[in-house]
């Protein structure tokens, strides 16, 4: 299995960020997926994770700005990350399979994210 994320970048505060996360050896849409983060000096955390039967649900830091989103053609998950803020800025890591509420099984190499104020 693996998971492939991509599209961070450098970002002012009120921009926005599309992340993607591509898998292979993993049906996407049979699994639950989800985003983390990790923020200087802090331990990863969830951000956004969607089940299978394609119900979101998100950190309260989050939401109204981010949305997760999956395309089980291209088996691929994204974040859309809207109003960035520098509180956002982190290394983030996609994650599949397991249980709701646990640590993925798998998860994909992180892409950082940075939010200048």
């Known amino acids: 299995v693996q998971l492939q994320a991509f599209g961070g970048g450098t970002v002012q505060a009120g921009g926005f960020l599309r992340l993607s996360c591509e898998g292979s050896g993993i049906i996407f849409s049979h699994n639950i997926v989800g985003w983390y983060r990790q923020r200087p000096g802090k331990q990863r955390e969830p951000v956004a994770s969607m089940t299978v039967g394609t119900i979101p649900s998100y950190v309260d830091s989050v939401k109204g700005r981010f949305a997760i989103s999956r395309d089980g053609a291209k088996n691929a998950v994204y974040l859309q990350m809207n109003d960035l803020k520098p509180d956002d800025t982190a290394i983030h890591y996609c994650?599949?399979?397991?249980?709701?509420?646990?640590?993925?099984?798998?998860w994909g190499q992180g892409t950082l994210v940075t939010v200048s104020s």
């Open positions: 994650g599949a399979g397991g249980l709701e509420g646990a640590d993925p099984h798998y």
